[in-house]
């Protein structure tokens, strides 16, 4: 990673962070403070929000290693050691709230019995712990260095490879919400088609007569 001086498309970037930022704690906000979306599924796009904040301070890690003369060795190691995480990560969440709509579809009784808030942020931990510990192993195993500040093209590989399949996947668990809920709608389409309301007219009565007289 080389140090270079501040140029246009860096300071857009700066621009974009910020406002992305404002975004990500601003969908946090609504869905803590709005006791309404207390369900799992809200709690999966929280999820979504906070890693992409950690993609945003990903890229601002970035921007201090290449500008910054004091800090740049600092910066550069902690940019190589979460390098490909934010993006791992994101794919990751996605990938799990595509299981839970169509768990919440297609096994609707089971879901609403045993999925809960609770049972959401443990999985939602548990997955950013295992993702986390699996992409930076090379570096705490002993396996790469970060001092280099260099990026090793075979573990970029690995996680890439990694990345497509989970897209694949949720891709995958899309169109099989799509297709369900096809099915669902054409096995039973009067749950779905709203009753039309007819409203019929006396014409024995005025709107100038006065309440209970009935016009002869």
Known sequence: MNRRRMSSPQSVRIVVIAIGTLINFFIALVI???RQLHYPRHL????????NQFCLIQAVIEIVAILSHTHYKVACQIFVLNAGVPYTMTLSFLTLTALDRYLAIARYEWYTKKVSN??????????FI??????????WTGIKNIKNCA????????????DLLLGILCITLHTMIYIRSRKIIDERPEKFLRTSIAFQFDPT???NDPPGKTRL
Not at 44 to 51: E, L, N
Not at 130 to 139: A, E, K, N, Q, R
Request: zero cysteines; a positive charge.
């Open 205 to 207: 009565h005025s709107i």
């Open 32 to 34: 803590g403070f709005s």
């Open 118 to 127: 609770r049972t959401t942020i443990f999985l939602l931990s548990f997955v």
């Open 151 to 162: 990026i090793n093209l075979n573990h970029v590989h690995a996680y890439l490879i990694y």
């Open 44 to 51: 999966y796009w929280v999820a979504i929000s906070m890693v």
């Open 130 to 139: 295992v993702t986390y510990i699996v992409i930076t192993s090379p570096f």
